[in-house]
């Protein structure tokens, strides 16, 4: 049973940096590609970010591209999204995925979620 949990949401001011961690459990990690999404209320899911298997390839949305830095570390099994001078728009839950065979932008190509960290940041 795949387990993917976040931690390090918080509650931060325009211009800060902060970052979100997440941890897979119970299966190999670097059988994966991770995604970060995020959702605010009322909102679909929104992508983020994603790292292939390795880390040699990175993918950014154009809302936190050149602010925000996804990475890995197999030998923990987890991936870190480190976001720079944080703006009030990136408030929301930032939610972890895991998945198998190329996902990309949309959730339903993801096979695992993680149960989501808050993020605010204040004007």
């Known amino acids: 049973q795949v387990q993917l949990l976040e931690s390090g949401g918080g509650l931060v001011h325009t211009g800060d940096s902060l970052t979100v961690s997440c941890t897979l459990y119970?299966?190999?990690?670097?059988?994966?590609?991770m995604g970060w999404f995020r959702q605010v209320p009322g909102k679909e899911r929104e992508y983020v970010a994603r790292?292939?298997?390795?880390?040699?390839?990175?993918d950014y949305s154009r809302p936190v591209q050149g602010r925000f830095i996804i990475s890995r570390d197999n030998a923990k099994a987890t991936v870190d999204l480190q976001m720079n001078n944080l703006k009030p728009e990136d408030t929301g839950v930032y939610f972890c995925?895991?998945?198998?065979?190329?996902?990309?932008?949309?959730?339903?190509?993801?096979?695992?979620w993680g149960q989501g960290t808050r993020v605010t940041v204040s004007a």
């Open positions: 119970g299966s190999s990690f670097s059988d994966y590609e």
């Open positions: 995925a895991a998945g198998r065979r190329s996902p990309a932008y949309q959730t339903y190509e993801w096979n695992y």
């Open positions: 790292i292939n298997w390795s880390g040699g390839r990175r």
